[in-house]
């Protein structure tokens, strides 16, 4: 089974709408990102926590919100959703006590329409 | 200006090849990681250095910190080797590693047999 999962894999939505993504682990890392990834832009870090009591905003925050529910959970949400938050969305996992290096999750394609 | 600027953003070559993709950075950096992104979305990390040099297989990784330059090299290209590569930095804070990282636009690598 995947270390790190996301669901859905695939969201279509119409502007407006409150969507919801999910990221689980069993890795048993205390951090957790959430990116997103837009043709010509690369990655770019929306929200980050270190632990369960820590959320901290990345670059690109405005109009998203994160619950960091348990030390293996760490939701992203849009609000409203508008169409220019269309793009592909991966969590990731890191353990800063060994290498820092980090796991991403398959990723999400929303779509808003 | 990009923190992170890679190059080429393209490369195509024919199998068997020796590839190079080029990294330079602007900041100070804890460590530098390269990842790998195949058509499917995934992203898996191949990389994380911080000094020197590191091996995987056919795949180099060099990094000059006075430089503020890494290099990925790809030695015997395969088509299997066709994927995106992404370089990405960790921000040196306090000479902490925050975790946090700022990512290329990375480079579509097509092999060809």
């Known amino acids: 089974d995947a270390d790190v999962t996301q669901t859905p894999r695939n969201r279509i939505t119409k502007t407006g709408k409150r969507i919801m993504l999910e990221c689980s682990q069993t890795k048993g890392h205390d951090r957790m990102y959430w990116y997103r990834q837009d043709p010509g832009l690369g990655l770019r870090l929306i929200y980050y926590?270190?632990?369960?009591?820590?959320?901290n905003k990345g670059e690109i925050s405005d109009g998203y919100s994160v619950s960091r529910q348990a030390q293996a959970k760490f939701s992203l949400s849009l609000e409203s959703a508008i169409p220019n938050q269309t793009a592909l969305y991966f969590c990731a996992t890191s353990d800063w006590t060994v290498t820092d290096t980090q796991y991403f999750g398959p990723g999400t394609r929303l779509t808003v329409l | 200006k990009n923190e992170v600027e890679q190059s080429p953003q393209n490369l195509t070559a024919q199998e068997g090849e020796f590839i190079t993709i080029n990294c330079s950075y602007s900041v100070g950096i804890s460590a530098l990681h390269w990842l790998q992104q195949h058509p499917g979305g995934g992203i898996v990390s191949l990389f994380m250095l911080s000094s020197g040099k590191k091996k995987h297989g056919r795949l180099i990784a060099t990094i000059n910190i006075q430089e503020k330059h890494s290099s990925l090299h790809i030695t015997a290209s395969h088509p299997r080797d066709s994927a995106v590569y992404i370089c990405a930095v960790s921000t040196n804070a306090g000479g902490t590693s925050y975790g946090k990282l700022t990512f290329g636009q990375g480079t579509i690598l097509t092999v060809h047999p």
């Open positions: 926590s270190f632990d369960v009591k820590d959320i």
